[in-house]
């Protein structure tokens, strides 16, 4: 969703398969399970949760997902010039820090989609797909993104809410791929 919003000159169009979106509703959720899991294993550090998971076989404790997914999204979308990963919670109490929390809405594509109006608006394409129970909910973010781009005029939109997960969707793909070559071949 995001590339396409940066460079419509090189885009033609977009396909989203329960992409990250209205991260309110996606990211934030899974803050308190991270910080707790940083609490009571690894002292509320992550360098002692990254020195643990090192020790044993990946994702072999119900913690990792969360934590790493949290450590992983900070990196895209806060990292500081320097390298360093600054997490959008205090890995003790889990209250938000909001200058960094903000350095990810600006990623956010509902966010992103009023000041880049004009580059959707001339997409030829856009496929948007979810799973009704997507275990993350990025069913709605993908309401929230499609509600947006409806906003700014964008009304060819292939929108739909699928019965499933966020697991086992690849199935979806050929789906997207008939509908983007379909509007972007040439005539």
């Known amino acids: 969703m995001i590339t396409p919003m940066l460079r419509p000159d090189l885009w033609g169009g977009l396909a989203t398969h329960a992409g990250d979106a209205l991260f309110e509703t996606c990211y934030l959720l899974e803050f308190p399970a991270s910080v707790r899991a940083l609490r009571d294993h690894y002292n509320g550090s992550f360098e002692k949760f990254w020195e643990d998971f090192r020790s044993r076989p990946a994702m072999s404790k119900a913690s990792d997902m969360p934590l790493i997914n949290d450590w992983c999204m900070a990196a895209c979308y806060s990292t500081d010039e320097d390298g360093t990963v600054q997490l959008p919670y205090d890995t003790r109490t889990g209250e938000l820090r909001p200058e960094i929390w903000e350095r990810w809405l600006r990623w956010d594509p509902v966010r992103m989609v009023p000041a880049h109006a004009e580059g959707l608006r001339s997409l ?64």
């Open 124 to 187: 030829k394409a856009i496929y948007i797909d979810a799973g009704n129970r997507d275990q993350f909910y990025l069913d709605l973010g993908a309401e929230a993104f499609k509600r947006e781009l409806e906003k700014i005029g964008v009304k060819d939109i292939f929108f739909e809410l699928f019965d499933g997960t966020h697991s086992a969707i690849e199935y979806r793909y050929p789906l997207s791929l008939k509908y983007l070559a379909e509007r972007l071949s040439p005539r």
